[in-house]
């Protein structure tokens, strides 16, 4: 790659993108975010510059890419809210993409989703499979890595969510009889392994899952272990699930669930059966943090905005 020019990082201030950002300012390199959240206070800010997504100007978007020698694209949106569909996230990608292209960037390192099918029933799954056609058919140089689960940072949502409840609830439901498979990865490894790729010439897609798969019975064990929980863990008909954890985030104003991550997840969505490329195992980083794990409450509606990060 040149080694003159800059990266830029979609979404620096959110979840995926600030480790991307962080780990490649630790390497000396210069970067710019294209965000939906200019005004948001974040530890970042004073260190990179911040322009809007602007899918509605690409000439603005294009001026915002020139320069660069890499895009780390981490947007999407995880569920559909009003006009914010995951048709139109699809047109804004391909919009961020046809813009990339022509601003002259040399490669395009994607954050995806492991197991996506232009054949799913689920739309997220869907349009993620879309989109990496629409970056396979670009004429960019491109990473497309495939994550499940993303663990660890202070953004942590589902791993640290659980130990939330479980620090708070006597019982524990779990969806269906508990042994779908889950892979997650820890973002600290996740942001290794695009940064990598953001330094390579090859396209490749590759499935970014770390070392331990486990049954979803055994992960909500492992993290009840960790943080010291004696919730009772009851199997609940999915339905009950659904509903149940809707009623706790209109408490906590959040989203903590919709009935198709549920039906991806015990589908068998959330695991690889590619070698796994993380090494951080996540049942000892969970021995290693359980004692911080579920202390406050993570809100993704606050990290993320309604345009997606």
Same mark, same amino acid.
Request: with cysteine; net charge neutral; glycine share 10%.
């Given at each position: 790659?040149?080694?003159? +020019?800059f990266?830029?990082?979609?979404?620096?201030?959110?979840?995926? +993108?600030?480790?991307?950002? %962080?780990?490649?300012?630790e390497?000396?390199?210069?970067?710019?975010t294209?965000?939906?959240?200019?005004?948001r206070?974040?530890?970042?800010k004073?260190?990179?510059e911040?322009?809007p997504?602007n899918?509605?100007?690409?000439k603005?978007?294009r001026s915002?890419?020139?320069g660069a020698?890499?895009?780390?694209?981490?947007? #999407?949106?995880?569920?559909?809210?009003?006009?914010m569909t995951?048709?139109?996230?699809?047109?804004?990608?391909?919009?961020?993409?046809?813009?990339?292209?022509?601003?002259g960037?040399e490669?395009?390192?994607?954050i995806?989703?492991?197991?996506?099918?232009?054949?799913?029933?689920?739309p997220?799954?869907?349009?993620?499979?879309?989109?990496? *056609?629409?970056?396979r058919?670009?004429?960019?140089?491109?990473?497309i890595l *495939?994550?499940?689960?993303?663990?660890?940072?202070d953004?942590?949502?589902?791993?640290?969510?659980?130990? #939330?409840?479980?620090?708070r609830t006597? =019982?524990? +439901?779990?969806?269906?009889?508990?042994q779908?498979?889950?892979q997650?990865?820890?973002?600290g490894?996740?942001?290794a392994?695009?940064?990598?790729?953001?330094?390579k010439?090859?396209s490749v897609?590759?499935?970014?899952?770390? =070392?331990d798969?486990?049954t979803m019975e055994?992960?909500?064990?492992?993290?009840?272990?960790g943080i %010291?929980?004696?919730?009772a863990l009851?199997?609940v008909?999915?339905?009950?699930?659904?509903f149940?954890?809707?009623?706790?985030g209109?408490l =906590?104003?959040?989203?903590?669930m919709?009935?198709d991550?549920a039906?991806?997840?015990?589908? +068998?969505?959330?695991?690889s059966?590619?070698?796994?490329l993380?090494p951080?195992?996540?049942?000892? #980083?969970i021995?290693?943090?359980?004692?911080?794990?579920g202390?406050?409450?993570?809100?993704?509606?606050?990290?993320?905005?309604?345009?997606?990060?």
């Amino acid at each position: 790659m040149s080694s003159q +020019g800059f990266s830029v990082v979609t979404g620096a201030f959110g979840y995926t +993108g600030s480790h991307i950002a %962080r780990l490649l300012l630790e390497r000396g390199q210069r970067v710019r975010t294209i965000t939906g959240n200019l005004h948001r206070d974040d530890p970042l800010k004073g260190e990179i510059e911040a322009h809007p997504f602007n899918f509605d100007n690409p000439k603005e978007l294009r001026s915002s890419l020139e320069g660069a020698t890499t895009l780390y694209n981490t947007y #999407w949106i995880r569920y559909e809210r009003g006009e914010m569909t995951f048709a139109k996230a699809l047109t804004n990608s391909r919009v961020l993409i046809e813009a990339a292209a022509k601003a002259g960037v040399e490669r395009l390192v994607h954050i995806s989703i492991a197991n996506p099918s232009e054949d799913s029933p689920l739309p997220y799954y869907r349009g993620k499979a879309l989109l990496e *056609r629409a970056i396979r058919e670009s004429g960019l140089s491109y990473a497309i890595l *495939r994550p499940t689960v993303i663990f660890g940072g202070d953004k942590d949502v589902l791993i640290n969510n659980i130990a #939330w409840i479980l620090r708070r609830t006597p =019982v524990f +439901g779990i969806l269906g009889d508990g042994q779908y498979l889950i892979q997650p990865v820890y973002v600290g490894d996740l942001a290794a392994m695009a940064v990598d790729h953001g330094e390579k010439r090859d396209s490749v897609t590759l499935d970014a899952v770390s =070392v331990d798969l486990l049954t979803m019975e055994e992960m909500i064990c492992a993290i009840a272990r960790g943080i %010291r929980s004696y919730a009772a863990l009851i199997r609940v008909p999915v339905s009950v699930g659904v509903f149940a954890t809707g009623s706790l985030g209109k408490l =906590v104003r959040d989203v903590i669930m919709t009935a198709d991550e549920a039906s991806g997840l015990m589908s +068998g969505l959330l695991y690889s059966k590619e070698p796994p490329l993380g090494p951080t195992s996540l049942t000892r #980083w969970i021995t290693e943090n359980g004692h911080q794990l579920g202390r406050k409450y993570c809100s993704e509606t606050a990290i993320h905005s309604r345009r997606g990060e």
